[in-house]
């Protein structure tokens, strides 16, 4: 005698995501009292869709290694003006500067929701504590447009270096060994 038993599929769960669905890209931030840097840590990403509003901040687009599609809604923490804020799309990531509507005091996280998430981590090589000195660093006292035209952003024309002084030969090259 043989015993069936009749076991229903289980629903997906709706905590599972499935191949095809956009991810959250991995992003960097830190801040100063007047604006937010973020960082879209995600490699040749061709024509990102990045959409500011005043307490939000939507990007899609695909990239990184594996050509992933990625599509989030940033609920941000406070509104930023959305005229000043910019996006800046590079080979290996998107930097954006986003300008707070009000500067004060540094925001306790970068997001509404006090959640951790995995994707967001700190940028500490932006980061500076809201305590220390304004003087500290460089480009401290620079206007927006200036950090963002060292930035690349802003015009500001050829400012690659020049090479022609360079002699051809270093002045040790002839005391190198022959290689075997």
């Known amino acids: 005698r043989h015993c069936s038993i009749y076991l229903p599929r289980a ?8 191949s095809t669905q956009a991810l959250p890209p991995p992003v960097t931030w830190a801040q100063r009292k007047n604006i937010v840097f973020l960082t879209i840590c995600l490699e040749d990403c061709r024509s990102p869709t990045i959409k500011f509003e005043d307490d939000k901040i939507y990007f899609k687009g695909s990239g990184g290694t594996e050509k992933k599609d990625y ?10 003006d959305t005229e000043k804020s910019r996006s800046f799309p590079r080979d290996r990531n998107i930097e954006l500067i986003l300008v707070k509507k009000e500067e004060g005091p540094y925001w306790p996280h970068l997001l ?17 504590d809201e305590d220390d000195s304004e003087d500290e660093g460089e480009g401290q006292n620079q206007d927006l447009e200036e950090m963002m035209r060292q930035m690349g952003g802003l015009g500001g024309g050829d400012s690659r270096p020049s090479l022609d002084d360079l002699e051809d030969e270093d002045s040790d090259d002839d005391d190198l060994p022959d290689l075997e």
Do not use: C, G
């Open 11 to 18: 629903a997906p769960d709706a905590n599972t995501m499935s």
């Open 71 to 80: 599509e989030y809604t940033y609920d941000l923490y406070k509104e930023i």
């Open 112 to 128: 509404k929701q006090k959640v951790k998430q995995h994707w967001l981590k700190v940028d500490f090589s932006r980061w500076k």
